[in-house]
């Protein structure tokens, strides 16, 4: 009922403002509309009297004589066009100093329409945001409906194990958060990438995409949540599409292990990175590989901007690629092979996790390392061990080769947060929700873990 309430309010809001807009005009023109019609008949008069005397003064001048009454008559004819035409150029003047307070008044009343409009947009918003609200109030969890892209809601570091479940037969290499956060995505071993649906703190099946025949090593869903791409060890990449699992894209090319695979901002193209020590440029549309770059080293991880493309390798190197020159901008050392990159969400930070276990922040605006992490007892499990940023990029987590989560606060550099006793082996990745509320992490067994700060 507020809602129907609400929506009635606005609507007879924008028939009042139509409506005295429609008058307001309608009036100042009939107005001006009339006096230039007034003025018009003036002038037609004027044309008459000034012919009638242009008449007379021709007769006159034909009989080389007049008399005194035809010349008093044509005196008081001269005198009344005089006079006639003093009064027409005093009612145009101020028939033009109207039509410009007219204008000024238009230009007046467009502004507070557009005000008004701008009003009306407003409530328009409100009204879809209850809508939104009214809707996920019957649903059992409010992470259960996509957010609109760019909304990041408050981040909460987890501290329990909300839901522990055996996601693959084997071990379980990737986890990516749709960008809603109402999915979870995880790839495994078993050559599948299965999808969850987080339900009021659960992690519930909702299918599998098949088609890989080899292990899953990474996996990422496009911004709008439709497609998810994944690498493999058959070296090849593949998209499918996430409403009805269908495999729409397999991307062959590299001569070695698919150890990472990103869309570009664009979503139309694609970025891999190999064991073969080359990353290739995709374009989904005409299905081919664009570009092919030699990195010197195997790729174990990729992040990718608007023209920058970013890689981490096994020579302990983080490279910088510019996609239109396929040229290296610049490199950065580290002192460990690197194993995982993430950008923070407005893609200034770099995140960097490296076998000599420690996890950086490379600031992209400066070129330097701004935060270091470390903690007793965290150590980097495999050379594909993944680490993530908070969405608002105030934390970052990383999972340890003895099962634990660590969670450091980037302003302090401090460890917030140290979780153990659920994983049975060493956690391969990790990743945060969009929405905040929950991080997702899988091991070198066949276990997944979903955490909150419930």
């Given at each position: 009922?507020?809602?129907?309430?609400?929506?009635?309010?606005?609507?007879?809001?924008?028939?009042?403002?139509?409506?005295?807009?429609?008058?307001?005009?309608?009036?100042?023109?009939?107005?001006?509309?009339?006096?230039?019609?007034?003025?018009?008949?003036?002038?037609?008069?004027?044309?008459?009297?000034?012919?009638?005397?242009?008449?007379?003064?021709?007769?006159?001048?034909?009989?080389?004589?007049?008399?005194?009454?035809?010349?008093?008559?044509?005196?008081?004819?001269?005198?009344?066009?005089?006079?006639?035409?003093?009064?027409?150029?005093?009612?145009?003047?101020?028939?033009?100093?109207?039509?410009?307070?007219?204008?000024?008044?238009?230009?007046e009343l467009n502004n507070q329409i557009q005000q008004k409009d701008k009003e009306?947009?407003?409530?328009?918003?409100?009204?879809?945001?209850?809508?939104?609200?009214?809707?996920?109030?019957?649903?059992?969890?409010?992470?259960?409906?996509?957010?609109?892209?760019?909304?990041?809601?408050?981040?909460?570091?987890?501290?329990?194990?909300?839901?522990?479940?055996?996601?693959?037969?084997?071990?379980?290499?990737?986890?990516?958060?749709?960008?809603?956060?109402?999915?979870?995505?995880?790839?495994?071993?078993?050559?599948?990438?299965?999808?969850?649906?987080?339900?009021?703190?659960?992690?519930?099946?909702?299918?599998?995409?098949?088609?890989?025949?080899?292990?899953?090593?990474?996996?990422?869903?496009?911004?709008?949540?439709?497609?998810?791409?994944?690498?493999?060890?058959?070296?090849?990449?593949?998209?499918?599409?996430?409403?009805d699992y269908r495999l729409r894209h397999t991307l062959t090319g590299h001569s070695?292990?698919?150890?990472?695979?990103?869309?570009?901002?664009?979503?139309?193209?694609?970025?891999?990175?190999?064991?073969?020590?080359?990353?290739?440029?995709?374009?989904?549309?005409?299905?081919?590989?664009?570009?092919?770059?030699?990195?010197?080293?195997?790729?174990?991880?990729?992040?990718?901007?608007?023209?920058?493309?970013?890689?981490?390798?096994?020579?302990?190197?983080?490279?910088?690629?510019?996609?239109?020159?396929?040229?290296?901008?610049?490199?950065?050392?580290?002192?460990?092979?690197?194993?995982?990159?993430?950008?923070?969400?407005?893609?200034?930070?770099?995140?960097t996790c490296s076998r000599d276990d420690l996890l950086k922040i490379i600031d992209?605006?400066?070129?330097?390392?701004?935060?270091?992490?470390?903690?007793?007892?965290?150590?980097?499990?495999?050379?594909?061990?993944?680490?993530?940023?908070?969405?608002?990029?105030?934390?970052?987590?990383?999972?340890?080769?003895?099962?634990?989560?660590?969670?450091?606060?980037?302003?302090?550099?401090?460890?917030?947060?140290?979780?153990?006793?659920?994983?049975?082996?060493?956690?391969?990745?990790?990743?945060?929700?969009?929405?905040?509320?929950?991080?997702?992490?899988?091991?070198?067994?066949?276990?997944?873990?979903?955490?909150?700060?419930?």
């Open positions: 009922m507020a809602e129907r309430r609400v929506e009635c309010t606005w609507k007879r809001h924008v028939s009042e403002q139509l409506k005295l807009r429609d008058r307001l005009q309608r009036h100042a023109f009939e107005e001006i509309v009339h006096q230039y019609n007034r003025l018009l008949e003036k002038s037609d008069l004027q044309a008459v009297l000034s012919e009638r005397y242009q008449a007379d003064k021709y007769e006159v001048q034909r009989g080389h004589e007049t008399s005194p009454a035809d010349s008093s008559r044509s005196d008081v004819l001269q005198q009344e066009m005089s006079q006639m035409r003093i009064r027409h150029q005093e009612e145009l003047t101020e028939l033009h100093k109207k039509r410009g307070e007219l204008a000024q008044s238009v230009i009306i947009q407003w409530v328009l918003m409100l009204l879809f945001l209850s809508r939104r609200r009214t809707a996920n109030s019957f649903s059992t969890s409010p992470e259960s409906t996509e957010a609109p892209s760019g909304v990041c809601a408050e981040v909460r570091v987890p501290s329990t194990a909300l839901h522990v479940f055996e996601a693959h037969d084997g071990e379980v290499n990737a986890v990516r958060f749709s960008p809603g956060s109402r999915l979870l995505a995880t790839g495994g071993m078993d050559r599948r990438v299965k999808l969850w649906e987080v339900v009021a703190g659960r992690c519930e099946p909702k299918g599998a995409l098949t088609g890989s025949n080899a292990g899953i090593t990474s996996i990422e869903f496009d911004s709008a949540g439709s497609y998810l791409l994944a690498a493999s060890n058959d070296f090849a990449s593949r998209i499918w599409t996430v409403d070695g292990k698919v150890l990472s695979a990103r869309f570009l901002l664009d979503n139309a193209r694609i970025v891999s990175g190999s064991y073969d020590r080359t990353l290739k440029l995709w374009d989904l549309r005409s299905k081919v590989c664009m570009k092919t770059v030699f990195a010197g080293s195997s790729c174990n991880d990729i992040v990718c901007t608007e023209q920058c493309v970013m890689s981490g390798h096994f020579d302990k190197k983080v490279r910088f690629w510019d996609i239109r020159a396929e040229s290296i901008v610049r490199e950065l050392e580290l002192q460990g092979r690197v194993t995982s990159l993430d950008l923070n969400h407005d893609r200034s930070e770099l995140l992209l605006r400066t070129n330097a390392i701004r935060q270091t992490f470390s903690a007793q007892g965290f150590k980097c499990g495999a050379d594909w061990t993944r680490v993530s940023f908070s969405p608002d990029g105030s934390y970052v987590v990383g999972g340890s080769a003895d099962g634990a989560l660590y969670v450091w606060n980037v302003l302090t550099g401090k460890v917030d947060r140290t979780l153990d006793r659920n994983h049975n082996s060493a956690i391969n990745s990790v990743s945060w929700s969009p929405s905040g509320a929950y991080v997702a992490s899988v091991e070198k067994g066949s276990r997944a873990i979903l955490w909150s700060d419930m």
